[in-house]
């Protein structure tokens, strides 16, 4: 989300900076516009990307929190099981 906030905020300030230019000199040229066009696109293609990674990162940590609480689980059984054997030999 804070990504796509940033793009949105630079493509803004880019539509801004194009306003500002074509302003001070007259008019944008088509090459100026075209410019403009592929950076935006390339923007637009980067929020992509950051947005895939994301999930996929996502995906990745649930999949760790889920492995690590198997290992919890196993681990207390683990405890469980040697306390028992402990009593029980103590017991004799």
Same mark, same amino acid.
């Given at each position: 989300? &804070?990504?796509? !906030?940033?793009?949105?905020?630079? *493509?803004?300030?880019? *539509?801004?900076?194009?306003? *500002?230019?074509?302003?001070? /000199?007259?008019?944008?040229?088509?090459?100026?516009?075209?410019? !403009?066009?592929t950076?935006?696109?390339?923007?637009k293609?980067?929020?992509?990307?950051?947005?895939?990674?994301?999930?996929?990162? &996502?995906?990745?940590?649930?999949?760790? *929190?889920? /492995?690590?609480?198997?290992?919890?689980?196993?681990?207390?059984?683990?405890a469980?099981? !040697?306390?028992?054997?402990?009593?029980?030999?103590?017991?004799?």
């Amino acid at each position: 989300m &804070k990504q796509s !906030l940033m793009s949105r905020s630079r *493509v803004l300030a880019l *539509v801004a900076m194009a306003g *500002v230019y074509a302003g001070l /000199t007259g008019c944008a040229t088509n090459g100026d516009i075209e410019a !403009l066009r592929t950076e935006i696109n390339q923007n637009k293609k980067d929020t992509a990307a950051a947005a895939r990674d994301a999930a996929d990162a &996502k995906a990745m940590s649930q999949s760790a *929190v889920s /492995t690590a609480n198997e290992a919890k689980a196993m681990s207390a059984d683990t405890a469980s099981k !040697l306390d028992r054997m402990f009593k029980k030999a103590m017991y004799k």
